[in-house]
């Protein structure tokens, strides 16, 4: 889920740069294998630290998967949360809409 969501983010940054700002570079490949890269990197910072200890993993209602223990209640699980909301929901969703907003308007200026 992680992936998918700064996966989107990244695209949506990288429509915006491409119409709106002046490159001059001919096409390759090791950017976008860099923000590939990058976002599953950053997915895994975010992952791993259940796993070390910050909060924990458990099992999803149902009993066929996994994810955070969203019910824990203790100070670590609940600043894991907090991070997790803020790093990997809250600042993706924002750039995607600054970066649309900002191709949006570009789009109707012309």
Known sequence: GIVS???LAV???ERYSTL?????RSADYRKALLAVGGSWIYSLVW???P???WSSYGIEGAGTSCSVRWSSESAESTSYIICLFIFCL???VMVMMYCYGRLLYAVKQV
Do not use: E
């Not at 709106?20 to 001059?24: E, V």
């Open 5 to 7: 969501l700064i996966s």
């Open 11 to 13: 695209l949506s940054y």
């Open 20 to 24: 709106t700002l002046c490159n001059k």
């Open 47 to 49: 992952t791993v630290p």
């Open 51 to 53: 796993l070390i200890g």
């Open 90 to 92: 809250v600042i993706p």
